[in-house]
């Protein structure tokens, strides 16, 4: 179990220099239509392949186009990166996208649907007199650099897993229902009876669940797992997504919340992720969340307590309210458990007021307002994991690098698909 699941994953040699010099030149032009080429690419994938919106693309992201900006953006990203020799290595960038794409079963030969309807989108937008035979072929050969790193580095996470390619969807039951809170609910999953048992996992991974809506459409969200490993069950606890501003409810989480019940059965994949606890190491850590994104906190905070109780642990929680927070009660026994024996501590802070903390265990630090970290003592060699929306994550990692912070120690997740582009990412 390592905290750097990236290092099985090679990067290829660098480009052939005329490739290298077309591209360098093609970047800004490429880069100034990726809103344009973006949804041209997917309408014309999806036409030809309407079972891909159906069955394996979100279609609420695809209808609000955060998703459609992220394929085409991770690939003019990759070549920028590939064609800058003092830049930063993508190496955390492909290993982001292909735990994902191992949780969704991604095969070598969907990367061929994409090339084909991508570089058509990319002369319809730019024009034949622009991507003459020499620009294409660059942009084919960063593609399937691209592609080629990922499909090594997703086949070896299927072997790590003992599985064929793509073959990572179980069909498991559901053993209990928790509603956390008025818009969380938990599900404890077990093997049915005659199935194996379900396996380990490391604190920090997601599923991917599949549900069959009303429509026929098989629609696949991640969710992380929000307990420690250990015990033969897994737990994902689900936020469900209410629309706001004319944008739809969450397909996925709605139909969770109002027809999953106890006995239930339910697709989900394997367990992947890179945002993972190294629990070999005996390093202190901080631990920091906002929301929901405290799913894959509180899955390291619980196997901390559980198996590593020598290391200590700052944790630190944002929260809308004391009253409609979910996990937080949890999250602050697991560190009740580690304060009985090294200087950990919960820092909470509650957006609408410090009321109705009463339930809450032990002596944690509740505050009023937004996150703020300044001031707090955060132990010099702790590996930082951090999990939330975009602007939380864009203010968090400002106030660590103000406080001095190694980067390469802080480990973050964003649940969205384009977190590549946050700024300093």
């Known amino acids: 179990m390592t905290s750097d699941p990236t290092a099985t994953l090679e990067i290829h040699e660098r480009l052939d220099p005329a490739h290298e010099e077309t591209v360098r030149a093609t970047l800004p032009l490429v880069g100034a239509h990726i809103e344009q080429i973006a949804p041209t ?48 290595s993508p190496r955390e960038m492909l290993g982001r996208i292909g735990h994902k794409h191992a949780s969704l079963g991604i095969t070598e030969d969907q990367y061929g649907i994409v090339h084909e309807h991508l570089m058509a989108a990319i002369v319809e937008v730019l024009g034949a007199d622009v991507v003459t035979t020499d620009v294409a072929a660059a942009w084919d050969a960063v593609y399937w650099h ?17 599985v064929a390619p793509g073959d990572v969807f179980r069909t498991v039951r559901v053993a209990e229902r928790v509603d ?26 997601y599923v991917s669940v599949g549900v069959h809506l009303p429509d026929g459409a ?31 409810d969450g397909e996925v989480s709605s139909f969770l919340h109002e027809t999953l019940e106890a006995g239930d059965e339910l697709q989900v994949t394997l367990p992947f992720g890179d945002l993972t606890l190294d629990t070999a190491s005996k390093a202190p850590v901080v631990l920091v969340s906002a929301g929901i994104g405290a799913t894959p906190i509180l899955g390291m905070a619980r196997h901390l307590a559980a198996h590593q109780p020598g290391r200590t642990a700052v944790v630190a929680h ?11 009660e949890e999250l602050a026994g697991a560190v009740e458990v580690l304060a009985r024996e090294t200087p950990s501590a919960l ?6 007021g410090t009321e109705h903390t009463e339930a ?40 660590l690098r103000e406080a001095g912070a190694d980067e ?15 700024p300093g990412a």
């Not at 820092?347 to 609408?352: G, I, S, V």
Request: with cysteine; proline share 6%; net charge negative.
């Open 41 to 88: 690419f997917y309408d014309r994938m999806f036409a030809a392949h309407p079972e891909l919106l159906r069955d394996t693309f979100n279609r609420g992201n695809q209808a609000q186009g955060a998703q459609q900006k992220a394929l085409a953006a991770s690939v003019a990203t990759y070549a920028t990166l590939l064609v800058d020799p003092d830049g930063p």
């Open 146 to 162: 691209m592609a080629r790193t990922l499909i090594e580095f997703e086949h070896e996470l299927y072997r790590g897993a003992e």
């Open 180 to 205: 956390e809170s008025r818009t969380v609910a938990s599900f404890v999953l077990e093997a049915r009876e005659g199935d194996p048992e379900l396996g380990g996992f490391v604190p920090g991974q």
């Open 218 to 248: 098989r629609q696949l969200r991640q969710y992380s797992l929000s307990d420690a490993p250990g015990d033969g069950r897994w737990r994902i606890s689900v936020k469900r997504i209410d629309g706001v501003d004319g944008t739809p």
């Open 318 to 328: 944002a929260d809308v309210s004391a009253e409609q927070a979910a996990l937080v």
């Open 347 to 352: 820092h909470l802070w509650f957006e609408r």
């Open 360 to 399: 809450v265990p032990g002596s944690p630090q509740v505050r009023a307002g937004r996150m703020d970290l300044t001031g707090l003592e955060l132990p010099a060699d702790a590996e930082i994991y951090l999990c939330g929306g975009s602007g939380f994550l864009q203010a968090v990692r400002g106030q």
């Open 408 to 422: 390469a120690r802080v480990h973050y997740e964003l649940f969205s698909p384009n977190d590549w582009l946050l």
